[in-house]
């Protein structure tokens, strides 16, 4: 942690933590005490594919526990990942270091109390309930290949909570998409972005605006999402709408794996 980051309550941790998990499902989940192994073959994504230990004090038998991991992440065709945030805990981290693990793609979770979001002005907008028009302009405004669709569609058709599915657009242009997924009093965001050619124009903020509005009106108290460190301006744009940091998470892979 930097001197900057602030120190997370675990019990604030974990339930930003399992409402992530219940928001973007994975495909295959296996328990290994306290870590939740995530796998999903039609998606590369790491937080889909990746160990998530939930418990500081789970640490026994590591050598074997990884080596279990690896198994199941090499039948998958994935690279074995962890995804370590502040319910790892040091000892695992510290064992991690030793075994020369690399260390990347640090993430922020923030949250934003609805009640100072000041949305009450905002675009009301109504989701799609055509999943397969919402997976296309996500797949064109974050500019990925077509053959993401499928295992797109598979996570987005698995959520539980309700999902609102949001796209704006100009002459049925796709510009910019969000996902919102209600969750009891929480409300988190996801597939956030806006056409490479369009950004700086105010569709984030407007369909993120939209998005939290719509939660609020269906009883959400808090919103959050999940940032990468790296990405300045997006950590701008959910700064100046009020979102704070709560915790950061990083990902780590063996000696010689490819981050």
Request: glycine share 8%.
């Given at each position: 942690?930097?001197?900057?980051?602030?120190?997370?309550?675990?019990?604030?941790?974990?339930?930003?933590?399992?409402?992530?998990?219940?928001?973007?499902?994975?495909?295959?989940?296996?328990?290994?005490?306290?870590?939740?192994?995530?796998?999903?073959a039609?998606?590369?994504?790491?937080?889909?594919?990746?160990v998530?230990?939930?418990?500081?004090g789970?640490?026994?038998?590591?050598?074997?526990?990884?080596?279990?991991?690896?198994?199941?992440?090499?039948?998958y065709?994935?690279?074995?990942?962890?995804?370590?945030?502040p319910?790892?805990?040091?000892?695992?981290?510290?064992?991690?270091?030793?075994?020369?693990?690399?260390?990347?793609?640090?993430?922020?979770?923030?949250?934003?109390?609805?009640?100072?979001?000041?949305?009450?002005?905002?675009?009301?907008?109504?989701?799609?309930?055509?999943?397969?028009?919402?997976?296309?302009?996500?797949?064109?405004?974050?500019?990925?290949?077509?053959?993401?669709?499928?295992?797109?569609?598979?996570?987005?058709?698995?959520?539980?909570?309700?999902?609102?599915?949001?796209?704006?657009?100009?002459?049925?242009?796709?510009?910019?998409?969000?996902?919102?997924?209600?969750?009891?009093?929480?409300?988190?965001?996801?597939?956030?972005?806006?056409?490479?050619?369009?950004?700086?124009?105010?569709?984030?903020?407007?369909?993120?605006?939209?998005a939290?509005?719509?939660?609020?009106?269906?009883?959400?108290?808090?919103?959050?999402?999940?940032?990468?460190?790296?990405?300045?301006?997006?950590?701008?744009?959910?700064?100046?709408?009020?979102?704070?940091?709560?915790?950061?998470?990083?990902?780590?892979?063996?000696?010689?794996?490819?981050?």
């Open positions: 942690m930097t001197e900057t980051t602030p120190i997370p309550e675990l019990a604030r941790v974990r339930r930003f933590e399992a409402a992530a998990f219940r928001a973007w499902p994975a495909a295959a989940v296996h328990y290994d005490g306290t870590w939740v192994v995530r796998l999903t039609g998606h590369p994504a790491k937080r889909l594919n990746s998530n230990p939930l418990d500081p789970d640490v026994g038998n590591l050598e074997e526990r990884i080596a279990r991991a690896a198994r199941r992440f090499d039948a065709g994935r690279p074995l990942t962890f995804r370590l945030s319910l790892s805990g040091p000892v695992l981290a510290t064992y991690l270091d030793a075994e020369g693990w690399g260390v990347f793609d640090e993430s922020l979770v923030m949250r934003l109390p609805l009640e100072q979001a000041g949305v009450e002005d905002a675009m009301d907008q109504i989701p799609l309930k055509d999943i397969g028009r919402f997976i296309g302009a996500a797949l064109k405004v974050h500019d990925l290949p077509a053959e993401l669709r499928p295992g797109l569609s598979e996570i987005i058709g698995a959520i539980k909570p309700e999902a609102g599915l949001f796209v704006q657009e100009d002459a049925s242009q796709p510009l910019a998409t969000a996902i919102c997924v209600h969750d009891g009093d929480l409300a988190g965001l996801f597939e956030v972005a806006t056409e490479a050619a369009e950004r700086g124009k105010g569709h984030g903020r407007r369909i993120i605006r939209s939290l509005k719509w939660a609020r009106l269906r009883g959400a108290r808090e919103a959050w999402l999940q940032v990468e460190a790296s990405n300045e301006a997006a950590r701008h744009l959910y700064e100046s709408l009020g979102f704070t940091e709560v915790y950061r998470y990083h990902y780590r892979r063996p000696p010689g794996a490819d981050a």
